[in-house]
């Protein structure tokens, strides 16, 4: 598995299982790795023409994040999709399992109380986050 990150958080892909983590702060991904059959993209943008161009002929590139650019694609003749999906009570148990047994790992970055959320969102905004924004219900 490849995994990308910024200089400072190398470490923490490299623990969440990565075998190879791209510092896209020095280096575009398409210069590290060629011939991919897969990409899941979660940030869009200029970094999906980088992944396109790290996928082999006939791979294929999933966006959770914006639609990819279906002309590139052809022209690369590889897929392209973005997926959407609405949680269910389903899903999130059966995350919720996942994560109880070890199988997925959540790395909980700061934390805000609910009156805070503006706060927390111009700190997601500011590219400078670490782990999932908690925002803190209190009773």
Do not use: C, W
Not at 59 to 72: K, R, T
Not at 114 to 136: D, T
């Amino acid at each position: 598995m490849i995994g990308t990150t910024s200089t400072k958080n190398l470490a923490l892909v490299h623990s969440l299982g990565a075998d190879t983590v791209v510092d896209y702060t020095t280096a575009s991904l398409e210069s590290m790795v060629q011939d991919v059959d897969l990409v899941l993209d979660g940030v869009g943008g200029e970094t999906q023409f980088h992944s396109l161009a790290a996928l082999r002929r006939g791979g294929m590139l999933i966006s959770i994040a914006s639609p990819p650019p279906q002309q590139e694609a052809q022209m690369r003749g590889v897929r392209a999709m973005m997926i959407h999906s609405q949680p269910s009570s389903d899903l999130l148990q059966r995350l919720a399992s996942l994560i109880d047994a070890g199988q997925l790992k959540v790395i909980a970055g700061k934390t805000f109380p609910l009156n805070e959320a503006q706060r927390a969102h111009e700190y997601s905004q500011s590219g400078h986050g670490y782990g999932r924004i908690v925002l803190e219900l209190r009773g």
